[in-house]
């Protein structure tokens, strides 16, 4: 038997019309811990948890950029049926967390790995004081390559299997030409700071906008798609618009660290949309190529039909990870199962 339970979605979709999908996830988050704690440098960071009792596992949500936990209650409404506990971080900059400007609208982080080491944190300070159950690590875009950095600083960690969704291993920098997107914006960063004292967002950027279903670049989906936007609207808190010239900076620049260190030394699995158009979908293989040289690893799986946002897509993208997922899961059955869970310190 797998280490981990599989992972099954509970297909909400056809209950956002009649809004009983809207009322289960109020209930939901209703439910969960919501508490914060102190990360790197300070900065007072947001998470929520889950821990039902009867678990079997834990699961660990690394959101990407501009994304609240609570974005992501359907996924983890999945998880929890499925007899996980979960935990999520709202990222510095974004969600619930502290934001680190006075314009809380625009990216931004000082240091890139300052994300790696807030995880860190959460995981060590946070996650493993209160259970010992095996540790699932599933990331999206941002949180892919946040998560990367993580796995690849630490010689141990309580992650015993990592699932990137869509990981931000490289940024479509259209229309400037990748080879000389780090030179610019390294200059303009340089600008930036000569001419004034507050970050710039980039040209055509500004703060969040409640962009419309038509010709997004996230999700097929209408229903989740709207639900997202709507929960926005009724938590400005969690509003993030576009990004500096130094968060832009510091994000190529750890795509380029990524590189330049050993793959983890945990299982891992790819997903990705073949139709993603905000990420660098080609330095994203070019990783896993490099990362499948240095240990075994599954081939990625690109899901055809789908953008950026795999776990808000359509019911059939979504059972298509679903599915992936579990195979992957079946492979790390070996891994030795952790003593009882430890009793919840945190509520």
Known sequence: MSLF???????????????????????LWQQGQHQQFVGTAGCRLHYSCWQPELARAALLLVPGRIEAGHKYAEFIADALSCGYQVFVLDHRGQGASQRLLPDGQLGYVD????????????????????????????????????????????????VKAAVFSSPMWG???????????????????????TLSNKP????????????????????HCAERYQWFRELYQQYPLYQ???VSWHWLAEALQACTQLKQRRAPQIPCFLLRGAEDTVIDNRQQLLL??????????????TIA?????????????????????????????????QAPQKQDQHE
């Open 5 to 27: 339970p599989a992972l099954k979605a509970t297909f909400y979709q056809t209950d956002f019309s009649s809004g009983q999908a809207d009322t289960a996830f109020k209930l």
């Open 111 to 158: 240091n890139f790995d300052d994300y790696a080491s807030d995880l860190k944190l959460f995981v060590d300070t946070i996650i493993q004081p209160a259970c010992s159950l095996p540790l699932l690590a599933v990331a999206h875009s941002m949180g892919g390559a946040i998560l990367a950095r993580y796995l690849q600083q630490q010689s141990v960690t309580a």
């Open 171 to 193: 940024i479509n920098t259209s229309p400037l030409p990748a080879a000389i997107a780090p030179l610019v914006v390294k200059m303009m960063c340089a600008v930036n700071g």
């Open 200 to 219: 710039w967002y980039l040209p055509g950027q500004g703060p969040y906008q409640n962009r419309p279903f038509l010709n997004n670049d996230l999700s």
């Open 240 to 242: 993030l618009g576009g």
């Open 288 to 301: 896993w190529q490099q990362w499948q040289q240095q240990q075994p690893l599954l081939p990625a799986v």
């Open 305 to 337: 039909g789908a953008r950026h946002e795999l776990l808000t897509e359509t019911d059939e993208i979504r059972a298509l990870w679903f599915t992936a997922v579990n195979q992957f899961l079946l492979q790390v059955a070996d891994i030795p199962a």
